[in-house]
């Protein structure tokens, strides 16, 4: 059983939105820290965002005032949401759950952004 599972990329345009979604099962969700990763073709992986256990977030330079991490520890449920969109934000975004030393990943969903 795949403890975490993605779901929301797609194709969308320059500008426009995307909200991911990542379910967790098999884990204290509401003890676990939890982050977006994603990895574009020749990069190498980079925190997005990551929102703590009590709910405190960070994000990366880049997508600061455009994304929004949140969670609904009832849902066991991370969202991501995307605004604004643009062309070097295409790649695979990776849900990611930390508790001490059990850490889990999931198999990544596809945005692609068209200019």
């Known amino acids: 059983q795949v403890p975490l599972v993605e779901s929301g990329g797609g194709l969308v345009q320059a500008g426009g939105s995307l909200r991911l979604s990542c379910a967790a099962s098999?884990?204290?969700?509401?003890?676990?820290?939890m982050g977006w990763y994603r990895q574009a073709p020749g990069k190498q992986r980079e925190l997005v965002a990551g929102?703590?256990?009590?709910?405190?977030?960070t994000y990366a330079d880049s997508v600061k005032g455009r994304f929004t991490i949140s969670r609904d520890n009832a849902k066991r449920t991370v969202f991501l949401q995307m605004n604004s969109l643009n062309s070097e934000d295409t790649a695979v975004y990776y849900c990611?759950?930390?508790?001490?030393?059990?850490?889990?990943w999931g198999q990544g969903t596809q945005v692609t952004v068209s200019s």
């Open positions: 929102i703590t256990k009590g709910g405190s977030t």
């Open positions: 990611n759950s930390n508790w001490g030393f059990q850490e889990y």
């Open positions: 098999g884990i204290i969700f509401s003890l676990n820290d």
